[in-house]
Each structure stands twice: as structure tokens, then as C-alpha cells.
């Protein structure tokens, strides 16, 4: 049975920092890009950042310079370090594991809140 569980949301001010992270089980963790996305009230779902098998990544433009993902594939884990946090970073965020050939194997966390506010 496939688990992501995300962990490290919560409350911080304007400016401040959060690392979220995103422990897998029941996967090949290796095989698998691993992204973030979230969700604020009333919006779509976005991508926030992602990381290929490859170690390649990607990130949505308002978080560019601000956030960076990594992966540890001994530790089955995902890392989102976010600085510079703003209130329109506010949302839930989402883990999401895809096989790197076999796209269908797609799956998600339950979701961290993260809130911006002072």
C-alpha cells in the first residue's frame, strides 16, 4: 500500500521560513518524480515544485528563488524548503509521487496546511 504523509506545515509570519516533508512507503522511491503542490480557498491546485528520478526540477514562477526541493532516496523522503514566505503562500500542500514510466502510478499525500500571517 502506497503512503505519502507530509509533515512541517503550520503558522509562520511574513518572511519566515518552513521545510515540508513528504515520507513515502510502499514505493520504489527512486523510480518515482516526487512534486509539491497546493491549494489555497478557492483556487486550483498548482505546482509548486517537482523533482524527476533524475533529479531534475522545476518550479512554479511565484516561488522561484524562494523555495527548492530535494530528495534524500535513502530516506524515501521529499524536502520542500520555502524562505522568504509570503501571505499568498498560504494553502494546503500537497505530496504527489508519479512513476517515472508508468504514469498512472500517481499518488498523494493528505495534505499540510501552511499559513502566512502576522
Known amino acids: 500500500q502506497v503512503q505519502l504523509v507530509e509533515s512541517g506545515g503550520g503558522l509562520v509570519q511574513p518572511g519566515g521560513s518552513l521545510r515540508l516533508s513528504c515520507a513515502a512507503s510502499?514505493?520504489?522511491?527512486?523510480?518515482?518524480?516526487m512534486g509539491w503542490y497546493r491549494q489555497a480557498p478557492g483556487k486550483q491546485r498548482e505546482l509548486v515544485a517537482a523533482?524527476?528520478?533524475?533529479?531534475?526540477?522545476n518550479y512554479g514562477d511565484s516561488v522561484k528563488g524562494r523555495f527548492t526541493i530535494s530528495r534524500d532516496n535513502a530516506k524515501n523522503t521529499v524536502y520542500l524548503q520555502m524562505n522568504s514566505l509570503k501571505p499568498e503562500d498560504t494553502a494546503v500542500y500537497y505530496c504527489?509521487?508519479?512513476?517515472?514510466?508508468?504514469?498512472?502510478?500517481?499518488?498523494w499525500g493528505q495534505g499540510t496546511q501552511v499559513t502566512v500571517s502576522s
Open positions: 510502499g514505493v520504489i522511491f527512486s523510480f518515482y518524480d
Open positions: 504527489n509521487a508519479v512513476h517515472y514510466r508508468s504514469r498512472q502510478r500517481n499518488y
Open positions: 523533482e524527476t528520478s533524475d533529479s531534475s526540477t
